[in-house]
């Protein structure tokens, strides 16, 4: 069951296409990380920046899953979705997902994030005000 949904039109930009004008592969990675950026920035009031870089909190990947089933090019519009499927104690999964204007699915991604300490690089719990957003969201 999925507890939070965010959603943002999105147009696919010349850098981020190989020479055949086809989104070069990796830069999904980017748009949904851009994508997370801007859901955290969304979620608490000190966004994605003030979460890394006065509270020294990170994010990082700890398990990937990647699907690929339709070409995006130079300058079709989509949409990028994120899907909050499941919250745990020191970890989040999401599932972020590249959606052309016409439904058609192009990518999408299962993605395991860990919440660590940038001051001691361990996992920890998921920071309160983060929680306190998650949680309060998924009530709703």
Not at 40 to 65: C, K, M, N, S, W
Not at 89 to 98: F, I
Not at 110 to 126: D, K
Request: net charge neutral; hydrophobic share 45%; charged share 20%.
């Amino acid at each position: 069951m999925s507890l939070l949904k965010f959603t943002k039109p999105y147009k696919i930009h010349f850098s981020e296409c190989d020479p055949a004008g086809i989104v070069f592969y990796p830069q999904y990675f980017v748009m949904f990380n851009n994508l997370l950026e801007r859901w955290i920035d969304a979620l608490i009031p000190q966004g994605f920046a003030g979460y890394i870089l006065e509270q020294r909190f990170g994010l990082p990947t700890v398990h990937l899953e990647a699907e690929f089933k339709a070409i995006s090019r130079m300058g079709d519009d989509v949409i990028l979705e994120l899907v909050v499927e499941r919250i745990g104690r020191k970890s989040l999964t999401l599932r972020q997902r590249c959606i052309s204007v016409t439904g058609e699915l192009c990518m999408q991604v299962t993605q395991t994030y860990v919440t660590t300490s940038l001051i001691t690089h361990q996992a920890i719990p998921i920071p309160e005000a983060l929680h306190q957003a998650l949680t309060a969201q998924s009530a709703v």
